[in-house]
């Protein structure tokens, strides 16, 4: 096994992933388990029990002071002053021309004063530079490489974090967190994550996450816990159609062709971008984010495109990947409104040759949060 | 962990084996190949009396993680193709040195093999990559 070459950063977790043997690969400037045991078993352990997932790649930025939130309001689409102490909401950086920057959870921590943001990896530097040049006259911070992050995730894993954590944990909604102390260190656990299924999120200290994974991983043994490494959280994510930064969206993507209208309240605020992103709705939206099944064997990859039966290109897929659940090729990706209804047929074209797909209702999977 | 190299094969820089019977070469990818890879899910194939070149590439075998080209071991033509596998490729992860063969070809010429490896060689390509 050969370390991290150049300027690729590790997490605290480091050494326990090899110590498991997984696969270590480059991801956005992180040296990152990809996969342990294999994929397969990693996704099915998730959806089953309960995977321990180091997302400590991920950045946070924390919010401060009389003006955090009239600039969360400029800087974000949501409706930031609905969020009450212990909330969260998920949200988007929006750029100047109606595109999104990045998308992120805020995490209020007290209204009006304080709120910490989760934002993507890859994005950590060019956020960092967004909300400062659009700051409002908050505090406004990095600590992204003060915190690692472990997520919990699995129908089994609200047991598991009752007996580590607290006996709270299950008792708490959905989206909601708090700072908890563990091993005399405070932690912030949030009722969030991005498999579908229930469990939390844990942004912890660095120098407490070796011993919160080892912990988990103990004393979750007899309930099935397993590692779970980046290529699984990517067939979780995608099962349930949740977006990807640079797969389903990027700075030119429009949020309501992306289907994150919701996520957008222009009746309530004024924010970057506002006008233009609203044009896009109000000339009619041109396509639709969907998900769709092939069927037949093989894999839609980002960036093929999508056929009408007479040959015309109606999309183009943003991710895909063999469906560990279902054992079905699934896809998602932009298409033309006339064929974005569920039941409505087209060909993928995979290197030449036309896969029958079909439109259908997403998320492609059940799951413990979302039946 | 140890693959199943049989010593009378040989071996390409892009894991294909080829077994040879007199000018019969049968073509598969080995044990670390298919590691690699992970879940294979779908694989492309010549027909049978298409013409394979030494090095180019053949067909495509897709996995969860990415779709590769399978490169001809030896120049020749296809005589027999392994159908079982369009249907079901799961013998390529589960038996990749047996059930798991490509297709055969009738070789065009023998001299063409110098260009592959023999087992140390190719063990030695293994234990660099790992």
Redesign the interface.
């Given at each position: 096994m050969t370390g991290p070459t150049g300027t690729v950063k590790s997490t605290a977790l480091r050494q326990v992933h090899e110590k498991l043997g997984a696969k270590m690969v480059d991801f956005a400037g992180w040296y990152m388990p990809v996969?342990y045991e294999?994929?397969?078993e990693e996704h099915l352990a998730t959806r089953t029990n309960v995977g321990l997932f180091d997302v400590s790649h991920m950045g946070e930025f924390c919010v401060r002071g009389p003006k955090s939130l009239e600039t969360l309001e400029w800087m974000t689409t949501n409706d930031v002053s609905r969020l009450k102490a212990g909330e969260s909401q998920y949200s988007l950086f929006p750029n100047p021309q109606g595109g999104i920057v990045d998308d992120l959870f805020i995490y209020c921590v007290t209204p009006g004063e304080d709120y910490f943001l989760c934002v993507n990896a890859a994005n950590i530097d060019k956020d960092f530079a967004f909300v400062t040049a659009n700051n409002r006259g908050a505090e406004i911070t990095n600590e992204s490489s003060q915190w690692s992050q472990i997520a919990v995730q699995g129908p089994k894993a609200l047991e598991l974090l009752a007996r580590v954590i607290s006996p709270e944990v299950p008792k708490m909604a959905s989206l909601s967190h708090r700072k908890i102390s563990f091993d005399g260190a405070q932690v912030i656990l949030a009722r969030t994550g991005y498999t579908g299924e229930v469990g939390a999120e844990i942004f912890v200290p660095n120098n407490k996450a070796v011993g919160l994974w080892t912990t988990l991983m103990e004393r979750g043994q007899d309930l099935g816990v397993k590692p779970v490494g980046l290529?699984a959280r990517d067939?979780l994510r995608t099962e349930m159609k949740y977006s990807l930064y640079g797969h389903e969206i990027d700075d030119t993507t429009n949020p309501y062709e992306a289907g994150l209208g919701w996520v957008v309240k222009p009746a309530k605020k004024d924010f970057i971008g506002k006008g233009p992103m609203l044009k896009v709705r109000e000339n009619g939206l041109k396509r639709k984010l969907i998900g769709f099944v092939l069927a037949e064997?093989?894999?839609p990859?980002q960036g093929y495109s999508l056929l009408s039966f007479d040959n015309k290109e109606i999309g183009r897929v943003t991710s895909g990947?063999?469906s560990p659940s279902l054992n079905q090729?699934i896809g998602i990706g932009y298409v033309d409104n006339a064929l974005a209804e569920i039941g409505c047929e087209f060909n993928v074209d995979i290197?030449g040759?036309g896969a029958k797909a079909r439109v259908v209702a997403t998320p492609f999977v059940g799951t413990s949060l979302v039946p | 962990m140890s693959y199943q190299l049989p010593e009378d094969f040989y071996y390409t820089k892009d894991h294909e084996w080829a077994q040879i019977d007199e000018n019969i070469v049968t073509i598969g990818i080995t044990e670390f190949a298919q590691e690699q890879l992970g879940e294979i899910v779908y694989v492309e194939l010549p027909e049978e009396g298409a013409k394979v070149n030494q090095g180019e590439s053949f067909g495509v075998v897709e996995s969860v993680k990415a779709a590769s080209d399978l490169y001809a071991p030896v120049s020749g033509t296809v005589i027999e193709v392994n159908m079982a596998l369009m249907e079901d490729p799961s013998a390529l992860n589960d038996d990749p040195m047996n059930e798991g063969w490509f297709i055969r070809i009738e070789m065009d010429s023998e001299k063409e093999l110098a260009n592959l490896m023999r087992v140390p060689d190719y063990k030695k390509l293994v234990s660099e990559k790992k």
């Open positions: 996969q294999g994929l397969k290529g067939t064997r093989g894999i990859r990947t063999l090729s290197r040759r | -």
